[in-house]
């Protein structure tokens, strides 16, 4: 049986969650009779005490586990040989400032396994934190903007919310919307950010937290075809409008012919994005849709710039809450914390200011957005997590994959494999012969 270690989470100050509870915890104890180590904290939600009261102990470093669970990366100087690291480790993608991180685990002889990767048989992912990104990119975009139409003049209920970060849980950031929700309903919102309009792309966890928050609000649901026909007038200030688009809205095949999702996958290089023509009608852009390279982007500098210069577009605010820096969404340039969440995006000069006082176009782009509702998350985390464990910790690691005893669903995420790339992942050799 392994010994089990929670590490203490480094990558900011705002990193409050942890892959198991204290009461998950408890029971994975009890089942498979493994001892297990919480490292010291001085941020982590669920104090240390709890920990020790259902059997863990509190350790300095990292040093007494065999199976370190984490939720972000770890930096490299903290890595330790023969050790069989849990947590995202975002190198999926060959992304350039983890692949230091992926040598070293491979020199040091550990093994690496991704949650993002334990997916079913039908190939969606077990383990998330999606729902909590879309609840707490929701509210911050909501937030943000209300201080951002303040500082421009214009009063909308949206002044009196909070970041996400200072609510005690999503009902809580909900109740305090509903009550601005009856302001919008008897009020309505300034007429001129009227009708005030939400494109969300994507449909999946993200997604649904997204919705989750904004259904609270008197939204009005629309198809992509109806929003040029939306118009200024008495009604629509007294609601909102949500559009939700799907891959079809977001592409087109370049010879004309007709969408086909799986062929789209497959080869996306055969489709061009149709969203430009969309665009001019958006107040507040929220980017849920997973993205990779092969894909066309759907917000461009160009495409903003031409909507600016036509003077057509009411475009205020982007919550690029899948965060691809110089992704799906371009003026993405970087990415923020929730310290500093917001920067302005100037179409015309493809420059960025920080903060949210000035001209240009609000981003949000906090790449670890759940960790502002630390318990909510981590709470719908491990008990995702929890069932995996048994598994995790009686494997033996010394043999092959195949003859280790991990489930399909855990060996699926094995990047690396005491010091190897297995074979799913060996085209991850390219990017890690770079460093």
């Not at 180590?37 to 020790?52: A, C, H, I, T, W």
């Not at 200030?237 to 592409?251: A, G, I, Q, S, T």
């Not at 958006?282 to 759907?298: D, H, M, T, V």
Request: with cysteine; charged share 25%.
């Amino acid at each position: 049986m392994h010994k089990l270690l929670i590490r203490a989470e480094d990558k900011n100050i705002y990193e409050r969650r942890t892959p198991l509870t204290p009461d998950d915890l408890r029971e994975i104890i009890e089942k498979t009779g493994a001892q297990a180590y919480v490292q010291r904290s001085d941020k982590r939600f669920f104090p240390e005490n709890l920990y020790e009261k259902v059997g863990a102990h509190i350790c300095d470093d990292m040093t007494p586990g065999e199976i370190i669970l984490g939720i972000k990366e770890i930096p490299v100087e903290k890595l330790q040989p023969n050790k069989i690291y849990v947590f995202f480790s975002h190198t999926i993608k060959g992304q350039p400032a983890n692949m230091p991180m992926l040598k070293k685990i491979m020199s040091l002889k550990s093994t690496l396994i991704d949650y993002e990767k334990i997916i079913d048989v039908n190939g969606r992912r077990s383990v998330y934190f999606g729902p909590y990104a879309g609840d707490a990119g929701a509210i911050n975009i909501l937030w943000l903007m209300g201080k951002y139409w303040k500082h421009c003049g214009i009063n909308t209920p949206f002044s009196q919310l909070k970041q996400a970060i200072e609510y005690s849980s999503v009902q809580d950031a909900k109740n305090h919307l509903q009550l601005l929700s009856h302001d919008i309903k008897k009020q309505g919102i300034p007429s001129e950010l009227s009708p005030l309009v939400f494109g969300l792309l994507g449909y999946g966890n993200v997604s649904k937290g997204v919705q989750n928050i904004l259904d609270v609000l008197p939204i009005k649901r629309v198809a992509p075809a109806e929003l040029p026909s939306l118009t200024r007038s008495e009604q629509t200030r007294h609601e909102v409008y949500l559009c939700v688009f799907k891959e079809n809205d977001l592409v087109r095949k370049t010879d004309g012919g007709d969408f086909n999702l799986q062929e789209y996958y497959s080869n996306p290089e055969t489709y061009q994005s149709q969203f430009d023509q969309y665009l001019p009608h958006i107040s507040i852009l929220l980017n849920a849709i997973y993205w990779e390279n092969k894909y066309p982007r759907f917000v461009t500098w160009d495409s903003l710039k031409q909507c600016y210069t036509a003077g057509h577009t009411k475009l205020e605010g982007i919550a690029d809450i899948t965060c691809d820096v110089n992704g799906s969404i371009e003026c993405n340039v970087k990415t923020t914390n929730s310290g500093d969440p917001a920067y302005l995006c100037d179409p015309y000069t493809r420059s960025i200011t920080d903060g949210y006082k000035g001209k240009g176009i609000v981003m949000l782009a906090i790449d670890n957005l759940p960790c502002e509702l630390p318990n909510d998350s981590s709470t719908f985390f491990s008990n995702q997590l929890k069932p995996f464990m048994p598994d995790l910790l009686q494997a033996d690691f010394s043999k092959s994959l195949d003859q280790s005893a991990l489930s399909p669903e855990l060996q699926n995420a094995v990047i690396v494999h005491n010091g190897e790339l297995t074979p799913k992942y060996r085209y991850l050799e390219k990017y890690v012969g770079h460093i």
